[in-house]
């Protein structure tokens, strides 16, 4: 079992008790929802230190809210430079942003 994993268990073990006694259970879900999103971006930061200092892996740490959207929109850029070749090509989000091509399993 992960780290992770075990976050998520001990918090999801005390989030029942804690909505019991809350005066607002709408606003401690959400107070708990932001605590658990920093966690875990502290747990990434400090696994990407660890990797470097360690093992002398370097590690940039992205965060996407959908994969499915940035798929679409690599899709969307392919097929627009294709149909419009005397056009400047466009760029794709992860292509601007990263400065390398897509991957191929992001293609299909």
Do not use: C
Not at 24 to 49: N, Q, T, V, W
């Amino acid at each position: 079992m992960g780290t992770f994993s075990r976050l998520r268990y001990v918090i999801a073990a005390n989030a029942n008790a804690l909505i019991e006694k809350a005066e607002d259970p709408e606003k401690l879900l959400r107070a708990l929802i932001r605590e658990m999103e920093d966690a875990g971006e502290e747990a990434r930061l400090a696994s990407a230190e660890l990797l470097a200092q360690e093992f002398g892996v370097a590690a940039d740490i992205w965060s996407a809210t959908s994969f499915n959207q940035l798929r679409r929109d690599g899709i969307e850029t392919q097929r627009w430079n294709m149909l419009h070749p005397e056009a400047e090509p466009r760029l794709s989000h992860i292509e601007s942003t990263n400065g390398r091509a897509l991957p191929t399993w992001m293609r299909w």
